[in-house]
T-cell receptor, first 113, second 112 residues
Framework: SQQGEEDPQALSIQEGENATMNCSYKTSINNLQWYRQNSGRGLVHLILIRSNEREKHSGRLRVTLDTSKKSSSLLITASRAADTASYFCATDAGGTSGSRLTFGEGTQLTVNP | NAGVTQTPKFRVLKTGQSMTLLCAQDMNHEYMYWYRQDPGMGLRLIHYSVGEGTTAKGEVPDGYNVSRLKKQNFLLGLESAAPSQTSVYFC???????????FGDGTRLSIL
């Protein structure tokens, strides 16, 4: 079963606007990661936030984590056409799981020029 | 700087045929993983390995076998391919303890 569930499934915005994607999960986590997948390519790691962190920034990306609500959000500011891709959250339960990640179904982001 | 390389990139099989997908990484990662990705779904873990000579089952292991004879290579085998195994297969690798995973570009497998 999928641990993470992303919302919305699809998002279409204009270049320069901000894009927000949400992820909910069900069990305790060690960390939560966001990945991007361009069409026909593999996933690329964007950002990792640990369970004891609440917010993290990387360039135009801002990730928040609320462990009490078991949710995370990814904000992309000043979006560009090149940001068009699918975005996935993935949770790492830690422990003896061998760093196994459980992925959500993804949000398809389209940024129109 | 190749990262994670998957071969082949595309393959068409007939039901009942066998094949092996190869994953190679040059980052000295301990952990390696095989996932499948189906339309409208996220990635699902098939098998993974936490070191040379070790393998473990993931979420959807049935119909697949794996081997990790060398640290840099992780092989995924289909002994008797079924149409339900039509998918895009991704290999990934990482350092231990919750580090980000690095992915290959996938193998697109169709089984007729």
């Amino acid at each position: 079963s999928q641990q993470g569930e992303e919302d919305p499934q699809a998002l279409s915005i204009q270049e320069g606007e901000n894009a927000t994607m949400n992820c909910s999960y069900k069990t305790s986590i060690n960390n939560l990661q966001w990945y991007r997948q361009n069409s026909g390519r593999g996933l690329v790691h964007l950002i990792l936030i640990r369970s004891n962190e609440r917010e993290k920034h990387s360039g135009r990306l801002r990730v928040t984590l609320d462990t009490s609500k078991k949710s995370s959000s990814l904000l992309i500011t000043a979006s560009r056409a090149a940001d068009t891709a699918s975005y996935f959250c993935a949770t790492d339960a830690g422990g003896t799981s061998g760093s196994r990640l459980t992925f959500g179904e993804g949000t398809q982001l389209t940024v129109n020029p | 700087n190749a990262g994670v390389t998957q071969t082949p990139k595309f393959r068409v099989l007939k039901t009942g045929q066998s094949m092996t997908l190869l994953c190679a990484q040059d980052m000295n990662h301990e952990y390696m993983y095989w996932y499948r990705q189906d339309p409208g779904m996220g990635l699902r873990l098939i098998h993974y390995s936490v070191g040379e000579g070790t393998t473990a089952k993931g979420e959807v292991p049935d119909g697949y076998n794996v081997s990790r004879l060398k640290k840099q290579n992780f092989l995924l085998g289909l002994e008797s391919a079924a149409p339900s195994q039509t998918s895009v297969y991704f290999c990934a690798s990482s350092f231990p303890r919750g580090q980000p995973q690095h992915f290959g570009d996938g193998t697109r497998l169709s089984i007729l």
